[in-house]
């Protein structure tokens, strides 16, 4: 993914309270009720069943180029260990997205639109950006490292075609869920960018998807012909 470098002050701004936190009014700052700040840091996603659907769509439709879109969601914390959890409820493709088969990037003023719509048309927060790496692994590029934002996740759908049929299952060493579904093998990976110092660091976080888990069926696996 490209950076598209495009700073989203002005949601931090406008959306004072979160819950029972505060928002700093400098982005990506929380204040908790003893008043010490600290920046969120998610060590786990959960995806919901619509989100999950909205990545694999996306990822399927633009293959062998990569798609790129939008996480919205919360962060659901706890006092003690302020961020925990990032909930991942949708997943919404960029459409003006220029892509390449292994680049990906949306023009700032296009990003804008659909994050200050969805801020208008949603409770739901932005939380970070999903995109695909067409028949290659989820490691993230230099530039996917580069344009995450500290307190957000990066959701990465790996897509290959398929060799042979496998039911999803998570890999809790890989922290990956893979499995296939039609003509495709997915691989997906979370990541969270957090602060440790002055530094930006990423790491790849455990990833809980419920839904994903009760695809494979034979049922569901049949290969329907591409029209012509
Ligand atoms: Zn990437």
Redo the contacts with the bound molecule.
Sequence with gaps: ?TDTSLSWLYFHLTRQEYGSVSLDLKPNIWINTTNIVMPPRCFEAYIYETAFIGMVVSAVEVYPQ?CLGALLGYRAWNSVDVTRRAIVENAISYQTAERTRNTVEIKPRHEFRCKDMLYKLCSLEFIGNF?S?PDANTT??K??INSMEIGNIEI?ISVNKKKRTTPWEYNAKTNELCGVFGDYRFTVAAYSCFKDGDAKKYEKIELLCPFALGIGSKFMDIIAAIPK
Excluded: A, C, I, R
Aim: charged share 20%; glycine share 0%; no cysteine.
């Design positions: 993914m990569e995109h790496h993230l590029s530039t996917d990465v």
